[in-house]
């Protein structure tokens, strides 16, 4: 975990809750139980779809970084319950038009950061119709 902020604007950083790029179901697990966290950085983390089960428990989280990660169409499943913002995917492979169903399910998005380069027009056009209140970029 890169960074973690709380609905009092509190930094988590040099908590146990930053462990460099290994993450585990443990580590996501224990984020899970502070119900205040409002940001979470996963960028270049092997975090895995399974372990964003547990952000559902996070009824403050508003900004989440999952740039340059492994996540596919069914990590993001996990995410379409939760209260998410803004989102950062760019850079994750396997992100692209199989997740737009998805995506244009999270309705709470007021932005959204994808490597356009993995979509198609169509799926881009799909995305910002479901999301007319989301910067998509």
Same mark, same amino acid.
């Given at each position: 975990?890169?960074?973690?902020?709380? #609905?009092?604007?509190? $930094? %988590?950083? &040099?908590?146990?809750?930053?462990? &460099?790029?290994?993450?585990?179901?443990?580590?996501? &697990? !224990?984020? #899970? =139980?502070?119900?205040?966290? =409002?940001?979470?950085? %996963?960028? $270049?983390?092997?975090?895995?779809?399974?372990?964003?089960?547990?952000?559902?428990?996070?009824?403050? !989280? @508003?900004?989440? %970084?999952? /740039?340059?990660? *492994?996540?596919?169409?069914?990590?993001?499943?996990?995410?379409? #319950?939760?209260?998410?913002?803004? !989102?950062?995917?760019?850079?994750?492979? @396997?992100?692209?038009? =199989?997740?737009? *169903?998805?995506?244009? @399910?999270? =309705?709470?998005?007021?932005?959204?950061?994808?490597?356009?380069? /993995? %979509?198609?027009?169509? &799926?881009?056009?799909?995305?910002?119709? #479901?999301?007319?209140?989301?910067?998509?970029?």
């Amino acid at each position: 975990v890169k960074r973690l902020v709380d #609905a009092y604007g509190r $930094d %988590f950083v &040099g908590t146990p809750f930053f462990i &460099g790029s290994s993450v585990s179901v443990t580590d996501v &697990g !224990l984020i #899970a =139980q502070l119900p205040s966290i =409002q940001n979470v950085d %996963f960028d $270049d983390t092997d975090i895995t779809d399974n372990d964003l089960l547990h952000l559902k428990r996070l009824p403050r !989280l @508003r900004v989440l %970084f999952l /740039n340059s990660t *492994s996540i596919s169409k069914v990590g993001l499943e996990h995410l379409v #319950a939760t209260p998410v913002e803004i !989102l950062h995917l760019q850079h994750c492979p @396997r992100i692209d038009d =199989q997740c737009v *169903s998805v995506l244009s @399910r999270m =309705q709470s998005l007021k932005e959204l950061y994808i490597s356009k380069r /993995n %979509f198609s027009p169509a &799926g881009i056009q799909q995305l910002n119709a #479901a999301l007319p209140n989301c910067k998509i970029d």
